[in-house]
């Protein structure tokens, strides 16, 4: 991460992948450089691979679990390790801070949780830095609405003053994939908040004190700065 805190931070080029667990279904994607992005969706591992090789982006930060809990082997019910936990040590985190999630352990989660894997895998092998982290947390932090209310979320994100993104674009993959790279180019800034243990992949958000910040913005919006709205659309 170094060329990222030394380098010109401002100009980095950072890949945000709202990864979904199947191929078939749609991974949205944002390249952001500077305040400019270049959004769409991607299917195939292919597809995603393809993307990084022609972004080539100086971090790829993830919307899916890429590591297991400490003492898993594998997320299969039959196996003896499925008798010692479901959660990491940023789940227990998340959850103290009244973030809503999908445990990886549910349904859908194991497929996404694979494949999530599997690409952090892929990406650290040819050189590029790979973060975890999590749109609906980020979302919830800055107090602006998940993607569940994608009009709400457009005009949340609107205060990023994001140059190829209109106020009416961007499906709610989308827009989960610019959250993803807003919060990589906050890490590359080192102004990143990393929750868990480093053994199960650190769970990225923006810093808490930026829920504050954004209410010292928006006084009109009021409310707890952490709230959280369950979403089943998050899953995958
Ligand atoms: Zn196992």
């Given amino acids: 991460m170094g060329s990222g805190r030394t380098g010109n931070v401002s100009a980095a080029c950072v890949l945000g992948l709202d990864l979904a667990g199947s191929p078939r279904r749609p991974t ?3 390249v952001l450089r500077g305040r400019r992005v270049h959004v769409g969706h991607a299917f195939s591992d292919e597809d995603i691979h393809g993307l990084v090789e022609s ?3 100086q971090l790829v930060a993830i919307d899916a679990p890429l590591a297991l809990p400490a003492g898993r082997c ?3 019910d039959t ?3 499925a008798r010692t936990t479901h959660f990491r040590v940023s789940d227990y985190e998340l959850r103290r801070l009244g973030i809503r999630f999908f445990p990886m352990t549910l349904g859908p989660m194991r497929q996404l949780t694979r494949r999530g894997m599997l690409l952090k895998v892929a990406l650290e092998a040819v050189g590029i ?3 975890e982290t999590y749109p609906g947390g980020a979302q919830d932090l800055w107090s ?3 993607q ?3 009009a709400g979320l457009r005009r949340g ?3 990023f003053r994001l140059q190829g993104l209109g106020r009416s674009e961007g499906s709610p993959h989308v827009l989960d994939a610019v959250t993803c790279a807003l919060v990589g180019k906050l890490y590359l800034e080192g102004r990143a908040w990393s929750l868990g243990s480093p053994e199960e992949a650190l769970m990225i958000l923006p810093p808490p004190s930026s829920a504050r910040t954004v209410l010292s913005h928006r006084q009109t919006r009021g409310g707890p700065a952490l709230h959280c709205q369950q979403d089943s659309s998050d899953v995958g």
Avoid: H, K, M, Y
């Fill in 157 to 159: 994100l609107a205060r």
């Fill in 55 to 57: 972004a080539a982006p």
């Fill in 74 to 76: 594998c997320l299969l």
């Fill in 129 to 131: 830095p790979v973060i």
């Fill in 28 to 30: 949205g994607f944002c």
């Fill in 144 to 146: 602006i609405p998940r």
């Fill in 79 to 81: 196996c003896s390790c």
């Fill in 148 to 150: 569940r209310d994608t």
